[in-house]
């Protein structure tokens, strides 16, 4: 998207903010939510209490406590959590607006939540960077060729005239890009995402050393143990072909005391390995097998977990679900990679 259309989009959005009359906004933010959800919704929060506006922050579930020391944090109610269910149902009830944040399909956060907003004759804005065509809101701003949510917030928050970036949104939106590009490194950062983090290091003082400490640098041990063990015994490399897996059990969850987000990132060990050019993680969970896909090159993950695990994401990584057992669930992406020689070595 180029510069002049951020222009126009952030005029779109503020004119749909001022037809709202009672002040109250919720953003809605995907089911396991990562770095780039937490940021966004956090930054967009502040930018629209700004503005005057009562926001609450909704996540289906638990995030990982890495987080926990943002801007506004407290903002974000956990639909899991049976004591915040009355705070979250009279949110929604009084809200007019809505915010889809980092993800633009339903079936990414939970259906009981889902039912509680289709409910409303609502307002529905949506700002993501993932390739999936949403229904007709009232606001969209798609941008595939952005690293994250966070970096289509800062191209629109710069261009408004009525509410500035904070330090506390700039630091937001810095952690939703490191995060979001596995600290730079994922094929979509480009030089404009280079200058945008640039710009806010230059503008608003981040301190950078303790941003990397508080989200890289806080393991506790029953994780590290966790990771040895995973490295050692559930990480594998399908014979003859360069993909590799990394199965976890619900059973291992609990075993080593996990807490959420515990598991992120783990699958890009299996990218690592050399000549490995697609890593999947299995991640089993009450409700379902969690999918975790990476690729390098031209492997599409995203239009292999669209076509046989029910997800999506970018070309070069993805993730989808399974509602069959995690041992099914394991033969049956073996058997799709031995039908495609494109994978083989």
Known sequence: MLEKDYVQKTLELESVLKTVTKKHVTILIHNN??????????????WLEQKGFNVKIISSNNFSEIYMWLPNV???LVFDIPLLRSTIVDHINKSELFFYLDFNYKDRFNKELYSLIKQ??????????????????????????????????????????????????????????????????????TAKTHFTVAN???????????????????????????????LQSKLH???????????????????????PGDTDGIVNYALSLKDIIFAAMFNEKKDGVYISLRSIGDIAVNDFAAKYFNGGGHKNAAGGISLEPLDVTIKKFISLIKKNDIYKA
């Open 120 to 189: 409303k004759e609502t307002k529905l804005c949506i700002i993501d960077h993932h390739p999936t065509t949403p229904d007709e809101n009232i606001f969209e701003c798609i941008d595939t060729s952005s690293t994250s949510t966070c970096e289509i917030l800062y191209s629109l928050f710069q261009n408004s005239k009525e509410s500035s970036i904070t330090p506390e949104i700039a630091m937001c939106l810095y952690i939703g890009i490191l995060t979001d590009t596995g600290k730079f490194m994922t094929p979509n950062v």
């Open 33 to 46: 939510p990562d770095g780039d959800a937490i940021a966004s919704s956090l930054a967009l929060s502040l």
């Open 74 to 76: 407290l903002n974000i």
């Open 237 to 259: 490399i399908i014979s003859g072909y360069k993909v590799a897996y990394i199965n976890i059990s619900f059973t291992e969850i609990s075993r080593f005391h996990l807490k």
């Open 200 to 230: 806010m290091l230059q503008k608003y003082n981040i301190d950078i050393s303790q941003v990397n400490k508080n989200i890289y640098g806080s393991n506790h041990l029953s994780r590290m143990h966790f990771l040895g063990y995973i």
